[in-house]
């Protein structure tokens, strides 16, 4: 079953920008896109740990800052050529609250 | 399968490279526009026709220059009708129709039908033994040959030619080349290096005739021996006729369409016909005919734009290089070498090391040039022909070359064909050179871009570049041209970045979003390398006008600090000059041990660095800085960062003028502005130049008499010393001729360029007469330079620190207790 947190409004995060959610098990990058999607991944770039969210948001996707890897941010995959996943988890946008539902290794099913 | 129907139907007649490039660019741009059938009369897929000459020479096989598979174009959803010929276009109903007489109907039509090779007519020119050298099958017939037979004759000394009788060579014939001329390859050489050229096949054992004219083919059910005009019979169990190629456009002309040499074409690769297009070998284009590989891939890249309905692209022809593709020998041409009234010539000769340089110059520009021996340097002379660079400030050392131009960082010295595998080829993410050999071979790759996204080589710094190329052409085999004519600024437009400058100013855009509206950029929102690059040239466009557009700013400018690998930030106050004081080093010291920051450096710049700092601490830090009177460094930005001085005239016995003064003048004038690269300063109080400022963007070399001022250094991934820009007399002059030089290059410098390139590509000249001979035009540089200075001088850490702005970028949005 699906658990939501509410982690704040929309007009919270930046157009095209992002914001960090801190939980015990590390940061959450929280990216909106120029038509108010809202995305989360793991604030850790798959290359090097990069933090994600302070890349540049374009389109659906975010450029880690330190070496320009680019990430897909619906399923957290590098675009290719590059090769690398970091986690993503589900979020959801109601009456402008946005909603977060954090995956950890136990709600993610082992591959 | 019903949006199948509804495409419309493009055929492609011809599966060769250029064809399927075009077909390939196609698909990128508009997949799902049309529904594709190729015809090829070869019962292949597509390959590389220039790598036939290493599958002859047996140093790579038929299966290794393949570049399509028939899986690809089942994966594209492509129909592919390999060995299909077709025997006529009916333009009336718009089909083809192919030689079994079944009919093809088409929206769109490609003619890609390349090119045959020439045959001189001469008699027993159908002779068993006699073939041309232009597909597979050729060169399986000269393997076969080379097998069963020992004496070959070639006749052309061209470059096709001359890699035929090398193949040959090395399966073990006994090869004689035949040439009309006296000189080799003698439209791409000059005399000179055409002799250097023979000596060294000479070496190896090919045999030439030459200048000799063949007057029969002899034999009588296989070929025997060829005779000569002046009456000579040499014995031969094979010919080979490479005198050259003549387009193939015999059903195009059938159909009526315009033809000349060729088919005649449009800039935007359309025939007279509208509805069909042709590109590649059989295409006359503004009268020119192209026969190499890099001209193809151009056009194709045209004639996809247009099909794919996103018309602004056009062809207006290439300028082409060329590169022998036999092993061991290193030759390069390029542009017009004809000797010419208007035309200057630089020559270098060293018989002993067999090298040979011929650049040939008209109007302060280089238009030609031949390389022998050491062609390191011909992709970089390449590029200046192609940009039309004025070169008259480097002319007495432009024979030498890029790595002797004073640039002589962390770039190509070294042949690349000689080097290891192991040889590292790009330092910033070690990258050897198999790794790249690798991947351009296994992963088909062509051009820089695709060898940067699979390698990363030349992706970071990109001071390898030219060695990156280097290994690509020799890879490839020769002429794929190192850099389009005019760059784009990144995948998500055709447009350069002057075509984005041009286009602000002139249609008085004002947001990114107009801008990329108005240039059909082909992403929604750009990406990380156009966006901070609009951002620039609109805030260097419109000062106090533009809102700088944050989620456009890299995130070290951004948040005005440096990210550092650990995703903490590095802090730098600045430091007037170079100077502190007692109070500002207790401060430092203050902030360092409240906010446990572990590292405090000095820089190369004269200031100190606080590195370590977590990003919610900035603001906190900012503010105890800006308590002492410390305002932000800009160490991060695309914008002025340090002026470094040394004591001068105020402490030092040689001194000749105040060098610590007149810095601190030049960095309270000019600190905070932005400009498309980081621009450093440094000032010298004598010639002895402690500050080391003629390796600096600018420079000021102060000596008795006043004011020496350089610029266009830099000691980093290249090292280059100053250019001298001129000498005045006062402080006042040497501020008003700095300020206008900088916003010179605020506005024509492409983002990300730094000064030096910025000044390579413009020429000396033309910025010494804008900023100094011309000075009204000085003036104006300068109070424009001072007026978008009104709207950038405010310390971006006390609108942080105290007022609150971007709050939201230090802040987590939420902290979750997780169970």
């Given at each position: 079953m699906t658990k939501w947190i509410e982690i704040g409004t929309l007009n919270d995060i930046p157009v095209l920008g992002s914001r960090v959610v801190r939980t015990a098990s590390g940061d959450i990058a929280v990216f909106r896109t120029s038509d108010d999607e809202v995305f989360a991944l793991d604030d850790r770039c798959p290359h090097k740990g990069g933090p994600l969210s302070q890349g540049i948001v374009h389109n659906k996707r975010v450029t880690c800052p330190l070496h320009n890897f680019v990430i897909e941010l619906k399923s957290g995959t590098a675009v290719a050529p590059d090769e690398g996943c970091t986690r993503a988890h589900p979020t959801k946008v109601e009456n402008g609250i946005v909603w977060l539902s954090v995956q950890t290794a136990a709600t993610v099913p082992a591959e | 399968m019903l949006n199948k129907v509804n495409k419309q139907k493009l055929v492609v007649i011809g599966n060769g490279m250029a064809g399927i490039r075009t077909v390939e660019v196609l698909l990128d741009r508009a997949p799902d526009l049309y529904e594709i059938t190729v015809f090829g009369s070869e019962p292949y897929g597509n390959y590389n026709r220039i790598l036939l000459s290493p599958v002859l020479a047996g140093e790579k096989t038929v299966n290794d220059i393949m570049?399509?598979?028939?899986q690809w174009y089942e994966d594209n959803g492509i129909t592919l009708r390999k060995g299909e010929m077709i025997e006529m276009i009916d333009r009336r109903t718009c089909e083809v129709v192919t030689a079994d007489g079944a009919r093809v109907p088409y929206d769109r039509l490609l003619i890609a039908t390349g090119s045959n090779p020439i045959m001189l007519p001469l008699p027993g020119k159908d002779l068993p033994g006699v073939i041309g050298f232009r597909d597979i099958q050729d060169v399986e017939r000269m393997v076969q040959a080379s097998t069963n037979y020992r004496n070959a004759v070639v006749i052309g000394g061209g470059l096709l030619g001359l890699e035929a009788a090398n193949g040959l060579m090395k399966r073990g014939m006994n090869v004689t080349v035949v040439h009309l001329?006296?000189?080799?390859m003698e439209r791409q050489l000059d005399q000179v290096a055409g002799g250097l050229l023979r000596k060294s096949l000479e070496e190896r054992g090919m045999v030439f005739k030459m200048p000799a004219q063949t007057e029969a083919i002899l034999g009588t059910d296989r070929v025997t021996g060829v005779r000569f005009a002046d009456g000579e019979e040499l014995p031969a169990d094979l010919v080979v006729m490479a005198v050259g190629i003549r387009p193939n456009f015999e059903l195009a002309r059938k159909a009526g369409l315009y033809c000349e040499r060729g088919i005649v074409v449009s800039d935007t690769m359309q025939t007279y016909d509208g509805r069909i297009y042709a590109v590649g070998e059989c295409v006359q284009h503004r009268r020119q005919t192209y026969g190499l590989v890099a001209p193809l891939f151009d056009q194709a890249k045209v004639c996809a734009n247009h099909l794919a309905m996103k018309g602004f692209a056009t062809y207006d022809g290439s300028v082409v290089s060329t590169k022998l593709k036999v092993t061991g020998i290193d030759l390069f041409s390029a542009g017009d070498f004809a000797p010419g009234a208007d035309k200057e010539e630089i020559v270098m000769q060293d018989a002993s090391r067999g090298v040979y340089k011929r650049i040939i110059l008209r109007d302060k520009k280089i238009v030609g040039a031949v390389l022998y021996g050491d062609t390191i340097d011909g992709p970089w002379y390449f590029q200046h022909l192609r940009d039309g660079t004025d070169v008259s400030h480097m002319r007495e050392r432009l024979v030498f070359g890029a790595a002797n131009l004073g640039d002589g960082g962390h770039s190509g010295k070294n042949s690349v064909a000689a080097m290891s595998d192991e040889t590292e080829i790009c330092g910033c993410n070690g990258v050897c050179k198999g790794t790249i050999v690798k991947a351009i071979s296994e992963k088909k790759l062509f051009t820089i871009d695709d060898v940067r996204a699979h390698t990363?080589?030349?992706?970071?710094?990109?001071?390898?570049t030219g060695l990156v190329e280097q290994v690509l052409a020799f890879t490839l085999g020769g002429d794929y041209s190192a850099a389009p004519k005019v760059k784009p600024m990144c995948a998500c437009t055709d447009h350069s970045h002057d075509d984005a400058r041009r286009v602000i100013i002139e249609n008085g855009l004002k947001t990114i979003p107009d801008v990329m509206k108005f240039m059909d950029w082909k992403t929604a929102n750009g990406c990380h390398s156009c966006r901070p690059a609009l951002n620039y040239y609109l805030l260097a466009t419109w000062p106090g006008e533009y809102r700088d557009d944050q989620q456009s700013r890299y995130i070290n400018e951004r948040v005005h600090a440096n990210i550092q690998k650990d995703g903490t930030y590095s802090v730098v106050p600045r430091m007037w000059g170079g100077v502190t004081t007692p109070d500002e080093l207790r401060a430092i010291a203050d902030v360092a041990d409240k906010f446990n920051i572990p590292t405090v450096k000095v820089t190369g710049g004269q200031r100190i660095d606080l590195l370590g700092v977590k990003k919610e601490d900035l603001p906190a830090v900012w503010s105890d800085l800006n308590k002492a009177g410390m305002v932000s460094g800009h160490a991060y930005a695309k914008g002025l960062r340090t002026v470094k001085t040394c004591?001068?005239?105020?402490?030092?016995?040689?001194?000749?003028?105040?060098s610590t003064g007149l810095g601190v003048k030049l960095e309270k004038f000019m600190w905070g502005s932005w400009t498309p690269a980081k621009v450093k300063l440094a000032v010298s109080g004598c010639p002895r130049n402690c500050a080391e400022a003629t390796c600096k963007d600018v420079g000021v070399v102060c000596v008795d008499s006043g004011y020496e001022i350089h610029f266009a250094g830099a000691a980093g991934l290249h090292i280059k010393g100053t250019e001298f820009l001129t000498k005045v007399a006062t402080e006042e002059e040497t501020l008003e001729i700095i300020a206008a030089l900088t916003q010179l290059y605020r506005e024509?410098?492409?983002?990300?360029?730094?000064m030096y390139k910025w000044c390579d590509r413009v020429g000396l000249d033309a910025i010494r007469k804008q900023v100094v001979d011309d000075i009204a035009n000085r003036k104006a540089l300068f109070s424009r330079f001072a007026h978008s200075q009104q709207f950038s001088q405010s310390d971006p850490w006390a609108a942080r620190a105290e007022r609150g702005v971007d709050r939201n970028e230090f802040t987590p949005l939420a902290e979750l207790e997780l169970a």
């Open positions: - | 570049l399509n598979t028939e001329l006296d000189t080799l990363k080589a030349s992706s970071s710094c990109g001071s390898c004591v001068g005239s105020e402490w030092c016995r040689f001194g000749t003028q105040d024509q410098g492409w983002y990300l360029e730094r």
